[in-house]
C-alpha cells in the first residue's frame, strides 16, 4: 500500500467500518442444550432475520429460533456497500423457462416494491440506518462498456423496465447529479436507497428479538439433518431430524423443527454436506475519511444516489451520510476450499487497486485518506441465480446465492419463506427463483482453477476495453462461457 495515503488510525478488518460507526453488538447468549422449536433459522443475516420479523408477525404464536455462529448481521448483512437496490443476480432467460416471461417480469416488479418495503418496515419500526432513496447511476467510461450500457437497458424493457425504471441520463443531469472521470454515459434509477448496512441489521435484529424470537448467538451449526424419512436435496447427509423432525446439530444441543431454514448465503460451505453447494465469493471495500466541502463542489453527488459502472471487474460506491466516500470490488475472489476471511481483513494490493479506482473516478478526491477497509463473502450457485426454496417432505428450505445483489432479495426471500412455511398460495410463491435446483461446484482445485481464471480473462478484458475495445473483449466472453452465467 506504498504511496496510499492513510489516516492514522486506518483499520483494515474488524469486521467491517460500518461496525466501527455504531461498535461491534454485545452477544447474545449461546445455545444452552437440545430444544424444540416450530421454526428453526440458520444465520442471523438480513434473510434469517426478515423472515422470523414476517413469520413473527403473520402468526405470532409461532416458536422460532435463530442459531448464529458469531452474532447477527457478522457476515455480509454487516460489511456489504450498502446498496438497497432493485437489481436481482442471475439470468432472466434461465428463471423465464422455470414458469414463462411473465413470470420474471413479476419477480423484477417484486423487487421494485421490495426496496420501498424495506424503507417501510425501518421506519414503523424505528430502525435508524441512514436510509436516503436517492437512486442508481450507472457509468460507462470507455465505448466497450457504453455498448454494454445500451444494450442493457434495450434488454430490460423488454423485462419490466419502463422508461420511469430506467433511463439515459443527459449530459446536464450527469453534471448535475454525480461528476464521475472519463463517464461517456450514464444511465439512472430511481429503484435504489443508500443505507448502513450494520444499523439495519442490528436493528432489525432487535426488532425480531422484541417480537419473541430466541436468538441465540456464538452457536455454531455444523450440520441441518432431514425429517425422518425425508432426504435433504443436495444435502449430502443421511441424518435424521429427532423425532420426526428436521434439526440443526451444533456444539450445544440439538434443535429439531417442522422447518428448519438455511439462511447461511456465503458461509454455507461450513455445514456437512454442503462444502459445493455456493462458492463464497469474496468482496472488499475501502472507505475515506469525510471529505471536506471543496471536494464536492467538484464531485457533487448531493443526492446520494449510489454508483456503479459497466466493467466486468465492476465497483459499487455509496456517500456516506457523514460524506465518506466508500467504495468497493472483487479483490481477490475467491480463497482454496471455500475458506473465508478472518474478521473482515483483506488484502493490501486489493486495497491499492480500490483506491486506484476511486481516484481515477474522482480526481478531486485524490488526496482523502483511507481510514479503513475489510471484506466479506457472498452466496454464488452454479448458475449464479438466486433461490428460494422449502420442502414440507425433509422440513428444510433455503434462500440465498444473491451473488452480491441481497440486501433488497433479503427481504423479498423472507416473505415468500413465510408464504412457504405457512403453506399459502401468493403471488410470491409463484415467482420463478421458488424451487430452483442447481447442480453443485466441481471440485478442488477445479472450483478455485476456474474462478482464477475468470477473473483473471475478466480484468484482461477491461484493460483491453480501456485501452482501444469499442466492442466487449473475447477476454470477457469466454470467461461468461466458463463461468456458466
Not at 420501498?116 to 435508524?128: L, N
Not at 447529479?177 to 448496512?197: K, N
Not at 472488499?284 to 464536492?296: C, D, H, K, Y
Amino acid at each position: 500500500m506504498k504511496g496510499i495515503p492513510l489516516t492514522e488510525d486506518f483499520a483494515n478488518g474488524g469486521v467491517s467500518f460500518w461496525y466501527r460507526q455504531i461498535g461491534v453488538p454485545d452477544r447474545r447468549a449461546a445455545l444452552s442444550g437440545s430444544r424444540s422449536y416450530d421454526v428453526v433459522i440458520v444465520g442471523g443475516g438480513y434473510t434469517g432475520l426478515w423472515t422470523a420479523y414476517y413469520l413473527k408477525k403473520a402468526q405470532p404464536d409461532l416458536r422460532i429460533a435463530i442459531l448464529e455462529r458469531e452474532f447477527a448481521g457478522f457476515g455480509a448483512s454487516g460489511r456489504n456497500g450498502g446498496w438497497l437496490s432493485a437489481e436481482f443476480a442471475g439470468s432472466r432467460e434461465r428463471y423465464a423457462k422455470a414458469r414463462g416471461r411473465q413470470a420474471m417480469i413479476d419477480l423484477q416488479h417484486a423487487m421494485f416494491r421490495s426496496v420501498d418495503e424495506v424503507i417501510e418496515v425501518t421506519r414503523e419500526e424505528g430502525i435508524e440506518a441512514d436510509i436516503h432513496k436517492g437512486g442508481l447511476v450507472h457509468v460507462a467510461t470507455n465505448p466497450a462498456q457504453r455498448r454494454r450500457l445500451r444494450e442493457e437497458l434495450s434488454s430490460l424493457r423488454t423485462w419490466g423496465y419502463g422508461e420511469d425504471d430506467l433511463r439515459v441520463m443527459s449530459r446536464d443531469e450527469q453534471q448535475e447529479r454525480l461528476r464521475v472521470a472519463g463517464t461517456l454515459e450514464a444511465t439512472y434509477s430511481p429503484h435504489c436507497a443508500r443505507i448502513q448496512p450494520a444499523k439495519l441489521a442490528v436493528g432489525l435484529a432487535s426488532t425480531v428479538a422484541a417480537l419473541g424470537v430466541d436468538i441465540f448467538e456464538n452457536t455454531t451449526v455444523t450440520e441441518i439433518r432431514p425429517r425422518q424419512g425425508g432426504m435433504a436435496s443436495g444435502s449430502g447427509s443421511g441424518g435424521t431430524g429427532s423425532g420426526g423432525m428436521a434439526a440443526a446439530v451444533t456444539s450445544h444441543g440439538v434443535v429439531s423443527a417442522e422447518c428448519v431454514i438455511r439462511a447461511t448465503e456465503g458461509f454455507t460451505a461450513s455445514l456437512a454436506g454442503q462444502r459445493r453447494q455456493w462458492l463464497p465469493m469474496n468482496s472488499s471495500m475501502i472507505v475515506t475519511e469525510p471529505l471536506p466541502g471543496e471536494v464536492w463542489k467538484h464531485i457533487g453527488w448531493s443526492g446520494n444516489e449510489l454508483l456503479g459502472d459497466e466493467a466486468h471487474a465492476y465497483i459499487y460506491a455509496q456517500r456516506t451520510a457523514d460524506d465518506r466516500i466508500a467504495i468497493g470490488g472483487r479483490g481477490v475472489p475467491y480463497r482454496y476450499g471455500s475458506r473465508t476471511d478472518s474478521q473482515g481483513a483483506t488484502q493490501a494490493q486489493t486495497v491499492a487497486l480500490l483506491w486506484r479506482m476511486l481516484v481515477k473516478l474522482f480526481p478531486a478526491a485524490a488526496d482523502a485518506r483511507v481510514q479503513h477497509s475489510w471484506c466479506g463473502v457472498l452466496g454464488v450457485p452454479r448458475d449464479w441465480c438466486s433461490t428460494v426454496h422449502l420442502d414440507h417432505t425433509t422440513g428444510l428450505g433455503w434462500a440465498g446465492g444473491y451473488v452480491g445483489s441481497g440486501v433488497t432479495t433479503t427481504n423479498l426471500a423472507g416473505r415468500t419463506l413465510r408464504d412457504l412455511v405457512l403453506r399459502r398460495d401468493t403471488e410470491l410463491t409463484a415467482l420463478p427463483w421458488v424451487g430452483r435446483q442447481v447442480r453443485q461446484w466441481e471440485p478442488e482445485p477445479l472450483r478455485w482453477t476456474g474462478v482464477q481464471l475468470i477473473y483473471a480473462l475478466f480484468r484482461a478484458a477491461d484493460r483491453h476495453e480501456n485501452d482501444h475495445g469499442t466492442t466487449t473483449s473475447a477476454y470477457a466472453r469466454i470467461a461468461n462461457l466458463i463461468s456458466g452465467r
